[in-house]
Every structure is written in C-alpha cells, then in structure tokens.
C-alpha cells in the first residue's frame, strides 16, 4: 500500500530572496527533498518525518502533501495503530485528487482497522461496510488486488476462515499479518508447481524485502522480472539497490538504472504517476551518488541561518532607508533638473546596496556558491537524460 508514492523532480534554487521565483524554486527543492527523505524511513521515523513534513508544507493543494496524508495513513495501520489510520485515510479522502489505486487502499485501511478485534476500535459493522466499498469501487475501476483483499476481509468478518486455504491464499495470509518470516517458511515448504505461482512468487519476494533480507529478495525479483517486465518489478529491483547501497555506494548505479527501467515500464503500462515516482528516484539517487543532496542540505541550512540574521536587522534597515529618502531629498532640491555628481550617485547606490545586503542576508560569496551548484546540478540532470536515452534504446522502446 505504500508504493504509490508520486514525487516532484528535484529543482535547485540559487538563493536571492530578493526574487519571488527564486524563492519558490528553493521551496520546492526543500519539498522534494523532504517528502523523498521521509518516506525512505519506516515505522515512527517515517510517521515523524511526514508529520513534519505536514507541518512544514500545510498546503493540501499540493499533490505531495495530499501524499504525506495518504502514506501516514498506510504506515500508522502498518504500525498497529488503528485509530490514527482511520482518522488520517478519512482526511486524506476528504483531501481528494487520489488515484483509483490510492483511494481503493484507504478504504482497505478504513476496513482492515476496524476489522481487527483486538484494536479499541473494532467494529464489525464498519469494517464490513467499508469492505463492501472497496469491492464496489475495486470492481468498478479493475482493481484486482484490492478486490481480492476486500473479499478476503469480508469472508474473515463474515464467518470462521475456510478450513481449507489455497497456498496462494496462506502465504498471503501471513503477509497480510505481517508475519513475514511464517510467509517465507511456508513458501520454502511448497512444491516446485506452486512456487513457480506468478502470485505466491511474488508474495515470497515481498515478505524477503520486507524482513531485510535483501540479497535473497534481489534474486527473487529478478527471477520475477525475467519473465514478466513490469515496472513495479524494476522500482522493486531498485528500492532494493537504494538500500544495499546504505554500505555500498557504488550500487547507486544498479539503483538508478533499475529505477529508469521501471519509469519506462510504468509509461508504457499507462501509468504516469508511477512513472514519475520511478523517474524521481533515479534523479534522486544519482543526486546522492555525487554527494549532491547533502550539498544542498548544507547551503540551505547555511541559508536559512542567513535569513534568520537579516529579520535581525530590520532597525539598521529602516534607518538606512530614511537616509536613503533623505539623501534623495536633498539631491532633488539642491540639483533639481541637472544630473547630481558622480559622487552623489554613487552615495545613494551605496546606500542601496547595503539595503539590499541586510535585507537578504545573503552575501556575495552564497549567490557564487549557489551558482555553482546550479552547474553542478544541471550536469547531473544532463548526465540523467543521457542514462534515460541509454535505457530506452537497450530496452528497444
């Protein structure tokens, strides 16, 4: 449920205040940087960081932040903590603008959280009604995994369990209860005709990744993605290089070119969002190659503690600029329709430009820096398109 995660391209923002779109473009690149870092954690490191990242980019018109909404909701269900899934799947639906596949899921959240009996917020009633909901809407909009896991709800709310389950529907079973380790053993117990299942395959290679396993999970995916190139197979394949290359960084080769296969895949399969996710983590992670995000990092912060200094001289500012008006007073009283002295003019432009200098907290040596990142940015962003072109062509698309 915590895939569909649409993520903006990273722009660098050469810092001048002063400009309104500079501004913005330096926004958006502190956006992009914090949605990609926050949904890279999991459990309450994830939960804090989109909470902050919530609190930090309120603006619900956002589509990224209409997807924080969305992956606190799957994580807090994924965390055990009912309740909280269930107000935030209700606020991010109320939020609107979801995919089918997003909105399909919340109400799987809804569902599944109030179906377990054990959470202070079991209700039979309502996990069956939502349940009831998300088969209607998975039918109508041909969304067969979501269909399968509502019946499923609805059976296990309905009455006792099947005594007898089809291995494809036990291993799901466990998955479903994030035992990961009972999925991994009873696929290891099955024979070579139901491990060679497309779904309990998949079911296996899942529960690997999701126990950390990732070497077992890596062969596993590529197993899977030899038979059937599907984008969700190649983001897997690098989701799984991303974290491989936590120690390795060298893998953030394998990382990016898997990510730009399952962009290309995504596209062809009709699916935009996710292929912008795909092509956003392969800039991200080419990005993090060459050490850019933490450079970024660095000249924001440096930044904003320049920011922070210049509300600090607001006084000297308005001080300044009454002698600014002054000066341009008197330069039209004693000089009136001839051009004032060279040095008049350089006075009030000195005037100006310590104006300025207060006002941005910027100084000269941050608008180079700046630059030169923005160089540095662009080559990358060069070298991205170029690796795009390599792919396309190799895959023959």
């Known amino acids: 449920m915590k895939k569909l995660m649409p993520v903006i391209l990273i ?19 502190a956006r992009t940087q914090e949605f990609i870092s926050a949904t890279q ?49 209700n606020k991010t639906l109320k939020l609107g603008s979801l995919s089918e596949g997003e909105e399909g899921r919340l109400y799987l959240v809804i569902a599944n959280s109030y179906g377990v009996k054990s959470a202070s917020i079991f209700d039979k009633d309502k996990a069956l009604q939502m349940a009831n909901k998300a088969i209607s809407f998975a039918q109508d909009n041909k969304l067969n995994d979501v269909l399968a896991e509502a019946q499923k709800l609805k059976r296990q709310l309905s009455g006792p369990p099947p005594k007898k389950i089809s291995p494809e ?12 380790s009972a999925a991994i053993s009873y696929y290891q117990k099955l024979g070579a005709a139901d491990k ?10 899942n529960a690997l990744f999701k126990a950390n396993r990732f070497d077992s999970a890596l062969k596993e995916f590529k197993a899977l993605y030899g038979k059937d190139k599907k984008g969700s197979f190649a983001f897997k394949i690098g989701e799984i290089y991303a974290n491989k290359a936590k120690r ?25 969002t996710n292929a912008k996710v795909a092509l956003s983590k392969a800039e991200y992670y080419l990005f993090e190659k060459y050490g850019f995000n933490a450079k970024i990092k660095k000249y924001n912060e440096k930044l904003k503690k320049q920011q922070s200094s210049s509300d600090k001289n607001k006084a000297a500012i308005l001080k300044l600029k009454r002698e600014l008006r002054a000066h341009n007073r008197r330069l039209r009283r004693e000089y009136q329709d001839i051009d004032p002295p060279d040095f ?14 207060l006002e941005s907290g910027v100084p000269a040596e941050a608008t180079d820096e700046g630059a030169k990142l923005e160089e540095e ?14 792919v396309k062509k190799r895959l023959g698309m």
Not at 169 to 180: A, E, G, R, V
């Open 248 to 272: 390795s960084k060298i893998l953030l080769d394998s990382a990016v070119n898997y990510y730009l296969e399952s962009h290309l895949f995504y596209k062809k399969e009709g699916s935009s």
């Open 196 to 205: 060679s299942n497309p779904e309990i395959h998949k079911t296996y290679a």
């Open 344 to 357: 008049e003019i350089q006075k009030t432009k000195d005037l100006e430009k310590k104006i300025a200098a």
């Open 377 to 390: 940015r662009k080559r990358i962003k060069k070298e991205l398109n170029d690796l795009l072109a390599k």
């Open 169 to 180: 529907q036990q291993i799901k079973m466990h998955y479903s209860d994030m035992d990961y």
């Open 41 to 89: 954690k999991s459990g309450a490191a994830k939960i804090s960081a989109l909470n902050a990242y919530i609190k930090k980019f309120p603006e619900t018109t956002s589509r990224w932040t209409r997807l924080a909404y969305y992956h606190l909701a799957v994580e807090y269900f994924q965390t055990r903590k009912y309740s909280q899934a269930v107000e935030y799947a």
């Open 11 to 29: 722009t660098l923002l050469i810092a001048i205040p002063c400009f309104s779109k500079q501004a913005d473009t330096e926004r958006e690149l």
